[in-house]
């Protein structure tokens, strides 16, 4: 599991990626201005952060030609600088982030077509019986 603090423009915004069963899956939080140290600490203890790990379900295959080896110590700092100084987020967690959100979309849909129905049904119900109790006289 990572967790990458990024700034997108005007936002500040903490990346979770999760690699699982060959699934690259990521989500994201923002959290405005600048967050300190404490404020990021508080997050990853807060529900919130359990909540968005729970949301994570929609994944994209990893690529298994790009599996990792063991990588020289240098080489590896030179990685980890590089990818401080990369400011954005990678297109598969874009990819990844876009696909939840449709598939957030679809569900809603589903629902809000659901609830219309419930109160269609609920208010002919309650015209059926006003028709009626007019009919009995009363």
């Avoid at 700034?7 to 939080?29: K, Q, V």
């Avoid at 300190?36 to 952060?49: G, K, W």
């Avoid at 077509?113 to 309650?126: C, D, G, I």
């Amino acid at each position: 599991m990572k967790l990458s603090i990024l700034f997108e423009s005007p936002f500040w915004i903490a990346l979770i990626e999760d690699e699982r069963d060959g699934l690259l899956y990521a989500t994201r939080h923002v959290f405005g201005s600048e967050p300190s140290s404490e404020n990021v600490y508080e997050f990853i203890l807060s529900l919130e952060y359990k909540t968005l790990l729970e949301r994570m379900r929609v994944g994209l295959p990893i690529d298994p030609a790009a599996k990792k080896r063991r990588i020289n110590p240098k080489r590896l700092q030179r990685q980890i600088r590089r990818e401080k100084e990369r400011s954005g987020i990678s297109t598969q967690s874009q990819e990844v982030m876009r696909i939840q959100q449709e598939e957030n979309k679809q569900e809603q849909v589903a629902v809000s077509k659901e609830e219309r129905a419930a109160k269609r049904e609920y208010k002919r119900e309650l015209a059926r019986n006003k028709r009626k109790q007019k009919h009995r006289g009363r």
